[in-house]
């Protein structure tokens, strides 16, 4: 009807209207990385400074994939994020289920505990966790410098928002299909594999997006697990580009973020809209 | 083939095997990253050392001087240090102290302890003992964009802190800055120490009190605040790092800034059509200048330390150190280097030629705490938060309660 | 229905065993650190009892610090709430481009909190960075402001930071939260006369409180111990003006040489946080819903 139309569309002027401040703020610091990163190296620093350049420098995106071995980080990156995302989700689904399920007396306890592991930053835990990675034996060395240090060191991290968002979903979950199934003679676990998952597929997925973007952007643990330069990811080889160089090359730093950024941006995009769903008592239906 | 035969050739094969597996050793050794030649160049060093030393394998880690400290400490900790490692000189009183530094001076040979420059093997030294050698040196300079200057009517450079501020004073009357001084970041204090220590002054005395506040330091701090408040330096002094004061010099819109050989070798490559020239920093009462050393060390922990000492004493070989101090624009360290051509270029000979009167930061313990008590003192005085007298006078109690003086 | 005392408890073993795993050798070992004198390159040396705590509340520059610490979590949390509220109120509105305004709110959140801060840096750099050439293009500034040099103005952007990049993440619960929201109350609202503002205030505000409430926890615990965006724009100075506890640490543990110190700090920090959340929870007691 024209006139619903109509009122939508003043809606979202409106909307927009309101939200551009904080539009404005977010898009900075992208355009900054966008407009450093395609400008030739001459003109990065030139005076006085100009928004656009004079060209393309495509190459930056060259030069900075082999200066920082960008491919090899690139999978390094996913993999570990990968990894510690499918770990740390897999055993946090039967935690959350215990959680939103059962009523048992380490409830509280376990709930507390989660809560404290948050508290301890890792800038806290590095050094503690060096030497226990060290004190590990794995392959003919030990645990530092392998991807499994660190892959089990964010699992641990991230296992309390994973507890805690999964748990939230799978409360809103009614009990009445899982009863159904287990009135018809299913068994309790393969209830759970049949219905319940299922159901709970939306909440999984976004914990897991979350899990993913967490590992992804990490930077304290694995900088110090982490020696060679094959093993690293790209979080850390564009802060080793500028961390206490005696001259940083910012079209090169720009680039790099953009393109360690990007994957992750349209991650995001494909999944706005799961994200607030899964969020919500909606998904159930 | 005989049984006989076959055993004499397997037996033989196997004590082949077993010398070359005897001698299959990997040394690792950390090294600071200082541009980007850095790495590059040790693992050119590293092949050329496997290449003539068959069995040994030398593996290079490069690490940013931000978290060199951080990496060595969570290292040693976890007992998986690297065999070799350049440290900054002052941390080797605390890496002594914990026992973690194998002393050298068994290991050199009187040819090789005679290869050094007096001064940077000396720096190397605890307690008499030779922990860390010498393997980058440099020392500070002023260095001055010729066109200004000349404008201003001091050709060669200002030669003394009054000669400063009158050509920072002409020079501003053309829109641009004068005489750039770091605020922020790693050596803050040094900056200041340069006026310090050419007016007569100390940082700490004979005894290892300190004296910074004495009348000199004040003097010094006095100068500074006067350039800042007439609008003779770069604006917003505590928001620039050493990098960016030496960005604005080469963009050609400073006359004036102290910093090191390194710098020459960036103009070089980034802006070869800046004029410039080198002088030694501003005199008060007297020349001074401030030389630093970084050291290469070898663990104590190492099980290949045979290995490692070769190793070290590849680097240090003629070819290898002129390629690596002429690569990053440093100084000599060796006499052998030094009297390579590679350093007949003015700003290098300019540069040594400044060591005579050059300081070198004390190998004290609380030395990182006493900088950074100085360079907040200084940041104080260069915001206009404090006035140079009691900001020195606070700082100089704090740090003697620090050192326990 | 059977219900085995064990299963919640075997459900929930793998997860705590790892986490406990992971995170008990560190924390033991920070407690032993802070009880013994360390040196600069980490070997433990004798035992100094309460020593380090000692020192570090004697310290004035830990006393401003931890002061500061209250400030910068306090006004980030609260002008994150402050945002995150009503960007969610319109976000949850239906109107054209909805999907890409969400995108938006949650980009921040894709790049690395240490990347972030590296990009403000060079984005406020005085010479070279493009909000002072924006500023002057606007002609609302003539000269480039120093935005870095002084704590008084550094401070403050760099809690504007902080919000920025906690936006999304209290967004997306409070999103989540209205969205489970039904309508059809705001009709019966509506029909009662009451207006946008009361409704604002009796119905959504009170179904949002719980989200309100685990947001403000989750927040206060990152945002008290976020470390890049100080370090990276300013390292806690000039002149200590802009540390926090957690910058203070760093500093102190890998700058400074004073391990010992520096794990004392972080009990300090632990127990603060501890206090906080168990005077919270106990605060809000009564709508936890199991």
């Known amino acids: 009807m024209p006139s619903k139309n109509k009122s939508k569309l003043k809606r979202s002027i409106l909307c927009w209207l309101a939200l551009s401040p904080l539009v404005i703020v977010i898009l900075l610091p992208f355009a900054v990385m966008l407009l450093t990163a395609i400008k030739p190296a001459d003109e990065v620093l030139s005076y006085p400074p100009r928004w656009l350049p004079s060209r393309i420098a495509w190459e930056n995106f060259f030069v900075m994939w082999e200066e920082t071995q960008f491919g090899t980080a690139l999978k390094n990156s996913i993999v570990i994020s990968t990894l510690s995302t499918v770990l740390a989700v897999g055993i946090s689904i039967p935690a959350a289920y215990a959680m939103a399920r059962f009523r048992f007396a380490g409830q509280a306890g376990y709930r507390r505990f989660l809560l404290v592991t948050q508290m301890l930053s890792p800038i806290l835990l590095v050094l503690g966790l060096f030497r226990l990675a060290a004190a590990i034996p794995y392959g003919d060395g030990n645990l530092v410098d392998t991807h499994i240090g660190v892959i089990a060191t964010y699992t641990a991290l991230n296992t309390a928002f994973a507890v805690w968002m999964l748990q939230s979903y799978f409360a809103t979950i009614p009990h009445d299909m899982e009863e159904a199934a287990w009135l018809e003679g299913c068994s309790k676990p393969r209830a759970v594999l049949k219905v319940f998952l299922p159901l709970a597929m939306p909440a999984m997925v976004v914990t897991g997006i979350f899990t993913f973007i967490n590992a992804w952007n990490e930077f304290a643990v694995i900088y110090t697990l982490i020696r060679s330069a094959e093993n690293k990811t790209v979080t850390v080889q564009i802060v080793d580009l500028v961390a206490g160089r005696y001259t940083v090359n910012w079209h090169h730093v720009m680039a790099a973020a953009l393109l360690a950024t990007l994957p992750v941006a349209v991650l995001f995009s494909w999944l706005q809209k799961y994200l607030v769903k899964g969020l919500s008592l909606g998904a159930v239906k | ?405 | 229905m059977s219900k085995r005392p064990l299963a919640p408890w075997l459900l929930i073993l793998p997860s705590f065993a790892l986490a406990l795993f992971i995170v008990s050798y560190p924390f033991f070992n920070i407690v032993w650190q802070s009880v013994h004198e360390v040196s600069r390159f980490g070997q433990v040396r004798d035992f100094s009892g309460v020593a380090n705590f000692a020192t570090i509340f004697a310290d004035p520059v830990f006393m401003t610090t931890l002061w500061r610490t209250l400030v910068w979590t306090v006004c980030v949390v609260g002008g994150t709430v402050l945002v995150a509220v009503p960007a969610s109120l319109i976000l949850v509105q239906d109107f054209y481009g909805r999907g890409l305004a969400r995108t938006i709110t949650m980009l921040p959140w894709s790049i690395s909190l240490t990347m972030t801060a590296i990009i403000w840096r060079w984005a406020f750099n005085d010479e070279f960075g493009l909000i002072n050439l924006g500023l002057q293009q606007l002609g609302i500034i003539n000269q480039p402001l120093h935005w870095l040099a002084d704590p008084a103005l550094a401070f403050p952007l760099e809690i504007m930071i902080g919000i920025l990049v906690s936006v999304p993440f209290t967004v997306t619960i409070f999103l989540g939260g209205l969205s489970s929201v039904p309508t059809d109350i705001y009709e019966a609202a509506r029909m009662e006369g009451a207006n946008a503002w009361q409704q604002f205030r009796k119905l959504t505000l009170p179904l949002l409180r719980p989200f309100i409430n685990i947001a403000i926890v989750l927040n206060v615990i990152y945002v008290f111990n976020s470390f890049p965006i100080i370090w990276v724009m300013t390292q806690g100075g000039p002149d200590n003006g802009t540390h926090i506890l957690v910058t203070y640490l760093y500093e102190l543990a890998f700058r400074l040489g004073r391990p010992g110190e520096a794990a004392a700090v972080s009990l300090v920090m632990l127990l603060m946080l501890l206090a906080f959340t168990g005077l919270y929870m106990r605060m809000q007691r009564g709508e936890h819903a199991e």
Do not use: C
């Open chain 2, 1 to 405: 083939m005989t049984r006989t035969h076959t055993k004499i050739l397997l037996s033989l094969g196997t004590a082949l095997l077993g010398m070359s597996t005897a001698h299959a050793e990997t040394v690792r050794i950390a090294v600071a990253h200082y541009s980007d030649q850095t790495l590059p160049y040790f693992e050119k060093m590293a092949k050329e050392f496997s290449k003539a030393n068959p069995g040994i394998t030398i593996k290079v880690e490069e690490v940013n001087w931000d978290s060199l400290q951080q990496k060595l400490q969570t290292d040693i900790v976890g007992g998986t240090n690297p065999d070799l490692s350049i440290v900054a000189t002052r941390w080797l009183l605390d890496l002594v102290k914990d026992d973690v530094v194998e002393p050298l001076d068994a290991r050199m040979t009187p040819s090789f302890k005679d290869k050094f420059i007096g001064a940077f093997i000396n720096s190397g030294k605890v307690a008499s003992k030779t922990y860390g050698l010498p393997i980058s040196a440099s020392a500070r300079g002023l260095y001055y964009n010729k066109a200004m200057l000349e404008k201003a009517g001091y050709s060669n450079g200002p030669k003394t802190w009054d000669e400063v501020i009158a050509a920072s004073k002409k020079i501003k009357a053309t829109g641009a800055y004068g005489f750039g001084i770091q605020g922020k970041e790693i050596e803050t204090e040094i900056y200041w120490f340069y006026s310090l220590w050419t007016n007569g002054g100390e940082v700490v005395d004979a005894n290892g009190k300190a004296v910074f506040d004495s009348a000199a330091g004040i003097k010094a701090a006095n100068i500074y605040k006067s350039l800042i408040d007439q609008g003779l330096t770069q604006p917003g002094v505590t928001s620039n790092s050493r990098e960016d004061v030496q960005n604005l010099f080469k963009q050609g819109r400073l006359g004036m800034v102290i910093t090191a050989p390194f710098l020459a070798k960036q103009i070089q490559k980034e802006k070869p059509g800046l004029q410039y020239g080198v002088t030694a920093i501003p005199q008060g009462s007297n020349a001074a200048t401030f030389a630093t050393t970084d050291s290469l060390i070898l663990f104590k922990n190492s099980k290949v330390k045979t290995a490692a000492w070769q190793f070290s004493e590849f680097l240090f070989s003629k070819a290898a150190r002129v390629a690596f101090t002429s690569g990053e624009g440093f100084l000599p360290t060796t006499k052998e280097e030094a009297a390579d051509p590679a350093f007949n270029d003015a700003v290098t000979q300019s540069f040594i030629s400044y060591l005579p009167t050059a300081k070198f930061a004390p190998v004290i313990a609380g030395w990182e705490d006493l900088s950074k008590i100085v360079a907040n003192a200084m940041q104080a005085v260069y915001l206009g938060k404090s006035k140079p007298e009691d900001a020195l006078k606070a700082a100089a109690l704090q740090a003697n309660k620090m050192l326990k003086k």
